[in-house]
């Protein structure tokens, strides 16, 4: 007798292997009927007495393989088999097999750490790697060390590394391969096309596979706006033709006349985002259409929102597309970049716990009970940056305490089934007996598309409270059990009505922001991150909003869910936030501290004003900061390259730096500026050195030279020559010995009468008696009234002219 699906000739490998290691890795191809076969066939066993967990990855998976369980045993989801997502669930007292989200289980096993009642949980496409996955698999592993020794837990994917996996659950849980059906599957590599847009160029290869083939068709593209360009282009082009859009975001009807076959027989296109890529089998599709990009979500640190990045897709993510079109049959893939391209791309996606905004895993854990993320055992530990990042998060939100335990706020955070900041506003909204209206709001920020695609959440807010359609009473129904789940943590009072965006606000007051310019494309949060809207929206003539979402990078992230707030909000509900604050700015026109007395919203400034009492310290502050900036110029230059040349290290520009609050803030008290006298520097520095290092510095690099005539001459220790003297020729005659410093030859930089350079020499008895003659007949001719003598070492010196000189010397 032929077996149904390949995964029954591994079934009895696999139930050994749990009752005997009560662990597995199962690795199977699409198609080898892993999902929908192995929960079923465990029903029987004698250690299965209690329920049998399946983690799907999407809500659409879920419901999905609950109904082909629950078809293939006769009978209708929510008896034998059921589920449970989000906005739909269907289960009895009767389910055995129950089908749930990764996210349903993190939030179940974390309020009943012992899993009462179940036997085995099941982690279906764990190479997908998402965040409640690899944290799911975490705490059940150590539910079943501390808690479970019976629990087993089984481990399924296509294309997951099995040892590593098998590592994970312990040394003894063994690897079950399956082999899958072998169809044959052709790949067309078509080429990637950079001047066309994505939906022209799927359209365009929709309609080649659609004329090359005969089978049905599945078109793999990043995201809904993608399928919905894709569609309406298709639809022009084959009028006729059912074009079936499948995401997250479609009614569970669409959803199921996309993967069933048409009812009339008609030959069908599903246009599908990744969604599709896994767990569900689309009934009669032997084409694939791979546009090659996929899109992920990123938690960006620096802005605080998780924004979508448009990526190339992974190789094993493009051979699990390829091999939706080999599941019932041969098959071919259209792929839409060069064959030998591909091994460029990465092997496989980035795993969720490396790019993800941690916070709500840093919360469960320490409702867990667990401050110490590394003391679970995780497939790929969480980034440390990341961790520390969701930590500050979750303390300013008070959901933690400064040891990183959970406070009671945080447990009544914790224990509704939503992001931290999202259950958070939900909280705020239960004090005032708002609930409902809070909850509401957070689910428009998180289901896009549900009342419109607008930016506007209260404007979408009253689409969806008139809308009667499955999706918006699903998602009512969905928003008052949050509100209802909140109310039973805080007992909220009956007051005036507020505005349902305050609660965002309460939540996530760093996303408060103001409008900067008259077109209302550029705002500023309190957080003090810019932000961009589209000057078209409506919110864009609001003075006051708060973000609910932003796409794109720190700077200049585009607003994607907002909410307007009003100038009253501000002022009666959000004046708890609002600081009075002396700010001590610079001034860079007039170089000097301007001491202003501001109100601010964190970053916003409300007011502004002087600070006729600014606080001295704080101006000092400003001031040393602005000369540490550039302090080089500050500092007396000829003063540095003495203690340079003396090698006197207090001297040196880092050390100077490094004592500044010692030498340099005494002499900025009372001062707006960096004026300082030139005295009192070097005076400020100088009283840095003992007496013996000052005397040092005067002894081997003297600040003067004196001439035999008399004159001073201040000597350059800066200089590439240093050190050097500029000194008129006629001050050094009857100086037969060249001056030194230390035993350094000063270089003597000589000059005529009217200051003009004649020549430097470092050994003037040498000058004196060679190049002079050339000098003397030069200068005798341009400066007649001076004396120029024939042997300048043994005549007096002078500036005088010779007729001067003559006369002092009678």
Same mark, same amino acid.
């Given at each position: &007798? ?10 009895? =490998? ?5 009752a ?8 199977? #191809? ?9 929960? @079923? ?31 293939i !045993? ?11 997502? %989000? ?25 009943d750490?012992?899993? *009462? ?24 592993? =150590? ?21 590593r ?18 169809y044959p ?5 078509l ?44 639809? *022009? ?73 448009t ?32 091994a460029? $791309? ?14 709500? !895993?840093?919360?469960?854990?320490a ?8 003391? !679970? ?23 933690l ?12 955070? *914790? ?15 239960? =004090? ?5 209206? *809070? ?19 209260l ?19 969905l ?5 209802k789940a909140?109310? $039973? ?18 939540? $996530? ?31 864009? %003539? ?5 973000i609910?979402?932003a ?38 026109e007039e ?22 009492a ?11 900061? +602005? ?11 000829? !003063?540095?390259?003495?203690? +340079? ?11 100077l730096?490094?004592s ?5 803030? @005494?002499?900025?008290?009372?001062? $707006? ?13 100088l009283?840095?050195l ?13 600040r003067?030279?004196?001439? #035999? ?11 590439d ?42 050994d ?14 030069? &200068? ?31």
């Amino acid at each position: &007798m032929l077996l149904e699906l390949p995964i029954d000739e591994k079934l009895g =490998e696999l139930t050994t292997a749990l009752a005997d290691s009560g662990a597995a890795v199962l690795v199977a #191809p699409p198609g080898a009927g892993k999902t929908t076969a192995v929960a @079923p066939a465990l029903l029987e066993e004698a250690w299965c007495t209690g329920q049998i967990i399946l983690t799907s990855p999407r809500r659409v998976a879920a419901r999905a393989a609950a109904e082909r369980m629950a078809e293939i !045993l006769g009978e209708k989801p929510g008896e034998t088999v059921g589920y449970v997502t %989000r906005l739909d669930s269907k289960t009895s007292a009767k389910t055995r097999v129950l089908v749930v989200t990764e996210a349903i289980f993190v939030n179940r096993i974390i309020e009943d750490p012992e899993l *009462a009642g179940i036997s085995v949980v099941l982690f279906d496409e764990a190479h997908e790697r998402h965040l409640d996955s690899d944290l799911g698999l975490a705490l059940a592993l =150590e539910s079943r060390a501390v808690l479970r020794n019976d629990l087993r837990i089984l481990v399924m994917s296509a294309t997951i590394d099995g040892a590593r996996f098998a590592k994970l659950l312990g040394n003894r849980a063994p690897v079950i391969e399956s082999e899958g059906r072998a169809y044959p599957l052709r790949i067309e590599w078509l080429g990637s096309r950079p001047d066309a847009r994505i939906e022209d160029a799927m359209a365009d290869a929709v309609m080649q596979a659609w004329r090359e083939t005969e089978g049905e068709l599945l078109a793999f593209l990043p995201g809904v706006g993608e399928i919905e360009r894709t569609r309406e282009r298709l639809e *022009a082009r084959l009028p006729d033709v059912p074009i079936l859009p499948l995401h997250g975001q479609v009614q569970p009807a669409q959803q199921r006349a996309a993967i069933k076959r048409d009812a009339g027989g008609h030959r069908r296109i599903v246009l599908a985002t990744d969604i599709a890529e896994t767990s569900l089998t689309l009934d009669g599709v032997s084409v694939v259409i791979d546009s090659g990009l996929a899109r992920y979500a990123e938690f960006d640190k620096a802005a605080g929102t998780t924004r979508l990045v448009t990526r190339r897709a992974s190789q094993a993510a493009s051979a699990q597309r390829a091999g939706r079109a080999a599941r019932q049959g041969p098959g071919v893939a259209y792929r839409l970049w060069e064959e030998g391209g591909h091994a460029g $791309r990465p092997a496989f996606a980035p795993a969720e716990i490396e790019t993800a905004d941690l916070a709500p !895993l840093v919360l469960k854990l320490a409702k867990w009970g667990s401050s110490d993320h590394a003391s !679970l055992a995780w497939i790929d530990p969480p980034p440390e940056a990341a961790i520390a990042t969701a930590r500050t998060s979750l303390l300013k939100m008070g959901a933690l305490d400064e040891d990183g335990r959970i406070t009671a706020q945080g447990n009544q955070i *914790a224990s509704l089934p939503l992001d931290p900041f999202a259950a958070a506003a939900v909280l705020f909204g239960a =004090e005032v007996s708002q609930a409902f209206d *809070a909850a509401k709001l957070v689910l428009l920020v998180q289901e896009r598309g549900l009342g419109g695609r607008g930016e506007d959440l209260l404007q979408r807010l009253d689409h969806w409270n008139g809308d009667r359609g499955k999706r918006a009473e699903a998602s009512r129904k969905l928003a008052q059990g949050w509100a209802k789940a909140a109310g $039973r943590l805080i007992s909220g009072t009956e007051p005036e009505p507020r505005n349902p965006a305050l609660f965002l606000a309460f939540a $996530r007051p760093d996303f408060v922001a103001r409008r900067r310019d008259k077109s209302g494309e550029q705002w500023l949060s309190a957080g003090g991150r810019g932000f961009q809207l589209d000057p078209a929206s409506p919110l864009a %003539r609001a003075e006051w909003i708060v973000i609910g979402d932003a796409q794109g990078q720190a700077k200049g992230a585009r607003i994607a869910a907002a909410a307007e707030l009003s100038v009253q909000d501000i002022e009666e509900h959000l004046q708890y936030l609002v600081e009075k604050r002396s700010v001590i700015n610079w001034n860079n026109e007039e170089k000097r501290a301007e001491a202003r007395l501001e109100r601010r919203l964190g970053a916003i400034i409300l007011a502004s004003g002087p600070d006729p009492a600014p606080d001295p310290e704080a101006i000092v502050d400003k001031l040393v900061e +602005k000369a540490l900036e550039s302090l080089g110029e500050l500092l007396p230059a000829d !003063l540095l390259a003495r203690g +340079k040349f003396v090698q006197i290290e207090a001297l040196e520009l880092q050390r100077l730096r490094d004592s500044a609050d010692t030498w340099l803030r @005494p002499i900025l008290y009372g001062r $707006r500026d960096l004026d300082v006298p030139r005295g009192k520097l070097i005076e400020a520095i100088l009283n840095q050195l003992d007496w013996g290092t000052r005397q040092q510095l005067d002894r081997l690099a003297p600040r003067e030279f004196t001439s #035999p005539a008399g004159t001073c001459h201040t000597i350059d220790y800066a200089g590439d020559d240093a050190p050097s003297v500029e000194v008129r020729v006629q001050a050094l005659f009857g100086l037969d010995q060249h001056p030194m410093i230390g035993r350094t030859p000063l270089l003597m930089k000589l000059a005529s009468p009217a200051g003009r350079p004649i020549q430097s020499t470092r050994d003037l008895p040498r000058f004196w008696r060679g190049s002079w003659a050339d000098v003397k007949k030069d &200068m005798k001719g341009r400066y007649p009234k001076h004396r120029w003598p024939d042997e300048p070492w043994v005549e007096k010196p002078s500036l005088k002219t010779k007729n001067a000189f003559n006369r002092s010397e009678n």
